[in-house]
């Protein structure tokens, strides 16, 4: 038999380590001396050794490597939890890939331009949401902060409320626009007379908060393109911009702009241009 020390130096697993495999019961000395506490291995334990330590370079935890090391565990269960680890494992690749793509964007952002990135923009997936909305055509952007100030104000708690718009239809060379404003309803919320009650579908959006007035903004819409672009996604119509007030307040100090956006469809684009 060998004793701990030196079967540690053997494995290259540290005396601490084997301990607390002892303590999980995933490997138990073949013989612990009653007097002095020595314990001793057997290299008849070093297959089971090598598995313990196979299955967490896999990245299941001891306590599913207690299954997994089960002698009667069924090849399906074993499937199942080597599917379920791979797609743990594809999700964590997928989201490193993002991360590699952002910061790729923004060291050439840097690169480009000389200076740090002025926005960020974040990639992420809202959840549906219950809102009030009200859509209409306006000839100047001052007519829809009136609409909001106009109904806001007659209901009760409205300053505490999200606040938001869906633009349909930006001014252009016509001058009209098309505007859903919104306002997220919680259960004691009711909405303004006159406007409809929706709720918002889940999806995924590229997301950019700013403080910015109308001169500025060709930057925060820049940036949003640019991290798109570089994403391979496409971008969803309509744009959509949420409004965050200060207490009791109907102004607002930031704005969210979200464009939803979807992956490019890289095979259908192939096949189209193979054709």
Known sequence: MIRIGDFSRITK?????????????LLHPMHVD?????RYYSARQLPRLNRILFFKHLGFSLQQIQSLLADNIP????REMLALRQNEVTQTLTVAREQLTSITNLIKQIDQEGHKPVYEVLFKDVEPRRVACFRSKFSDYGAVDQLFSHSLRRIEKAAHAL?????HKCAHADGEIDCEALLFLDDDLAPPLGWKVRELPACTVASVIHREVEPTLPL??????????????KIEWPMREFYF?????LDFDATETQFVVSP??????????LA
Not at 163 to 167: D, M, N, S
């Open 13 to 25: 697993v540290s005396i601490k380590a084997l301990r607390f495999y002892e303590e999980m019961k």
């Open 245 to 249: 007030s200060t207490e009791n307040s």
């Open 264 to 273: 490019i469809n890289t095979e259908a684009s192939q096949s189209v241009a």
């Open 163 to 167: 606040r938001g718009a869906i633009w």
């Open 34 to 38: 009653p007097s002095s506490g020595y």
């Open 220 to 233: 925060v819409y820049a940036s949003a393109m640019d991290a798109i672009e570089t994403r391979g996604h």
């Open 75 to 78: 090849a399906r269960d074993l």
